[in-house]
């Protein structure tokens, strides 16, 4: 800058271009304008480019009037701002000319002083920069093309990836609504299996287990005319007996058969009572003494005197008779059979321990299936219905029960049964 | 008098039967299992058994293979009498050399009926 100022210094002081010709002769447009924006000189090219003749400079032109009107009032205010602060030099604008062509201009104002360094008039170039502009304008406009191009192609890819995961989780779902399917449908094929399994194992019992008592009856039946007719009154009272005995046993097969059946088919009703589970067990264990006839040495203890329960009467009667019998069945003769009774905070535990035979570990689970005995059971006739029947009836008042065996030392069934049936 | 064995686990069954013999004026020989049974034939040589299927330490099956092919007993004539009525028993029965397959329940005539066929013969 202060380079300029001392040139011009030099050059002056009217025309500051002193060689017309030149700036005549330059394919830019050269103007000078004085402090109040009058063009004092314009160069060839320039009154070509803006279209102004002689006549028009020499009354003096308006800088502004060729200023497009949109910037008009940006212009002067910039004109005025570089007059009170040189250092800005450059004002862009559109000029327009008389054909209408606009051009995208930058003047490059150089200021001119006067002895007391005040700015008398400004001369300087007017770069078209409308190309540039253009070619600005035109690479904003691609670089927002691109942009928005992007941003679609983004929001494009958002959805696919947001549509790919719905259809990524949806085939989760359907796999997952596939496989449970699957499991419920091989499910109720075993349960099915397992039904025809036991139907066909019900069928091969029946026609083994009623076939030994029948045979009793319908032989010793056979000979009973005999033995009357021959006098042999022992032997007529002996098999007399015997037909009496195997009704009892076929009839209880069948009360079994019907029982698990009925169970089986969720036709039992539960009908819960009021009463004293150790006066229960007590007028039990008076039961099994008759029936024992003292082969066994049966206890029965309690901590408490009186537990009222509310729960199925007949049901825990089937329940306890089927344990208690097994219990009685499978120890020898002699040895002891224990009952206790312990009061929990909800339920009432039994426990009934003996010293039998034992069960293999892995036949216990197996017990609780209808028609299934031990493979240890020798001839101790049964019907392998029992322990079926009593984990039906447990069901029924909301209790549970737990077998722990060992072979030839004898078997320990913990049962316990809700004290108030609802 | 004709000896009759009989081979049964069942003990109401096996003492009916031995009173079945002694009315049809039989000698009956009487054994619970199939072990003690070979045995008693070899042992007595009766002229006729009647051997049950389901029994513990040996089945009807084994006691039929052992006394048929066994020199001393192998023309004794065996008549099964189970409570197995399927089709695959009694094949597996006859094939063993079993000369009559009888189920229980069964009438005491025809039981009897039977030895009396097979004594003759």
Redesign the interface.
């Known amino acids: 800058m202060d380079n300029i100022e001392h040139n011009t210094d030099a050059i002056r002081p009217h025309s500051l271009i002193n060689s017309i010709e030149l700036s005549e002769l330059l394919p830019e447009p050269i103007i000078e304008i004085d402090i109040s924006g009058r063009i004092i000189y314009m160069n060839k090219r320039g009154r070509e480019k803006f279209e102004i003749n002689d006549i028009e400079l020499n009354h003096g032109i308006d800088v502004f009037s060729l200023v497009n009107f949109d910037d008009k009032e940006k212009c002067r205010s910039c004109f005025d701002d570089i007059k009170n602060n040189p250092q800005i030099h450059k004002l862009i604008c559109t000029l327009i000319n008389k054909s209408g062509d606009t051009f995208h201009v930058v003047f490059n104002l150089t200021p001119i002083y006067d002895e007391n360094k005040k700015i008398i008039e400004f001369v300087g170039f007017i770069q078209d920069i409308t190309d540039l502009t253009k070619v600005e304008e035109e690479l904003k406009s691609l670089n927002k093309d691109l942009e928005n191009r992007i941003r679609e192609k983004t929001i494009q890819m958002e959805f696919a990836m947001t549509e790919l995961k719905t259809e990524v989780s949806i085939r989760k779902r359907m796999s997952q609504k596939l496989q449970s399917a699957k499991e419920e449908i091989s499910k109720a094929f075993q349960k099915e299996l397992d039904l025809s399994e036991m139907k066909s194992r019900f069928i091969?019992m029946i026609?083994?287990e009623f076939?030994?008592p029948?045979?009793?009856?319908?032989?010793?039946a056979?000979?009973l005319e005999?033995?009357y007719k021959n006098g042999n009154e022992g032997?007529f009272f002996k098999?007399l007996e015997?037909i009496k005995i195997?009704s009892k046993n076929l009839s209880n097969l069948i009360e079994r058969t019907i029982t698990i059946g009925q169970s089986e088919a969720g036709v039992v009703k539960v009908k819960p009572e009021m009463f004293d589970i150790i006066d229960f067990f007590k007028e039990m264990m008076k039961e099994i003494e008759i029936f024992d006839k003292k082969k066994h040495r049966v206890s029965f203890h309690s901590e408490i005197d009186i537990l009222n329960v509310v729960t199925d009467r007949s049901l825990l009667t089937t329940i306890f008779n089927n344990i208690i019998s097994n219990a009685l069945k499978y120890t020898d003769e002699n040895k002891s059979i224990k009952i206790e009774v312990i009061n929990e905070i909800e339920f009432v535990k039994i426990e009934l321990s003996d010293e039998g035979i034992g069960i293999p570990e892995d036949e216990i689970k197996e017990l609780f299936k209808p028609f299934q005995r031990c493979s240890n059971v020798?001839?101790r006739q049964g019907s392998g219905l029992g322990l079926s029947i009593v984990n039906k009836f447990l069901e029924f008042i909301n209790g549970d029960i737990q077998i722990n065996s060992h072979i030839n030392i004898g078997t320990k069934v913990i049962i316990r049964i809700a004290k108030k049936l609802v | 008098m004709k000896k009759i064995l009989v081979i049964e686990?069942?003990?109401?069954?096996l003492?009916?039967?031995c009173?079945?013999m002694e009315?049809e004026n039989f000698i009956p020989i009487a054994a619970t299992n199939g072990l003690d049974g070979i045995q008693l034939a070899k042992d007595e040589l009766p002229d006729l058994i009647i051997c049950d299927i389901?029994m513990?330490y040996a089945d009807g099956f084994e006691v039929l293979n052992v006394l048929k092919n066994y020199p001393t007993t192998t023309n004794i004539p065996i008549i099964i009498l189970t409570?197995?009525?399927?089709k695959e028993d009694i094949d597996k029965a006859m094939k063993c050399g079993a000369d009559n397959y009888i189920?229980?329940?069964?009438?005491?005539?025809q039981l009897i009926d039977t030895i009396n066929l097979r004594l003759l013969q």
């Open positions: 091969s026609t083994h076939r030994t029948l045979t009793i009856i319908i032989s010793s056979n000979m005999r033995f032997k098999h015997k195997s020798g001839t | 686990d069942e003990k109401d069954v003492e009916n039967l009173d079945m009315l389901a513990p409570a197995k009525s399927n189920t229980k329940p069964f009438l005491n005539q």
